[in-house]
């Protein structure tokens, strides 16, 4: 599966962004998508993923510095999942990527084989 992530850019503490993943491929739907960011000087650490639907069920994963804030979701019927941001902190500056991976719940980069090239999230304060 191919992976593209859009959507970043340039905005104000407090703000909203919805960050894009677009997967190519006819097995999108059997992947877990995880959200992963990466700031200057520091390791890349993970955000968010969701799982394959079960019928309309899917499970979600947050780190605990995004819960509440940001909300993840897939629309398969567009290969598509989707990073809702609100709240955005300056702390939350990073590119961001996507990756897929076909275990349910990691959290771990090297836990995901597929990965998609980032988007630049700058949150100004």
């Known amino acids: 599966v191919q992976l593209q992530a859009s959507g970043g850019g340039l905005v104000q503490a407090g703000d909203s962004l919805r960050l894009s993943c677009a997967a190519s491929?006819?097995?999108?739907?059997?992947?877990?998508i995880g959200w992963f960011r990466q700031a200057p000087g520091k390791e890349r650490e993970f955000v968010a993923s969701i799982t394959p639907s079960a019928g309309s069920v899917v499970s979600t994963r947050y780190a605990d510095s995004v819960r509440g804030r940001f909300t993840i979701s897939r629309d398969n019927a567009k290969s598509t999942v989707y990073l809702q941001m609100n709240s955005l902190k300056p702390e939350d500056t990073a590119v961001y990527y996507c990756?897929?991976?076909?275990?349910?719940?990691?959290?771990?980069?090297?836990?995901?084989?597929?990965w998609g090239q980032g988007t630049l999230v700058t949150v100004s304060s």
């Open positions: 491929g006819r097995t999108f739907s059997t992947y877990t």
């Open positions: 990756a897929a991976t076909t275990l349910k719940y990691p959290t771990f980069v090297g836990q995901y084989a597929y």
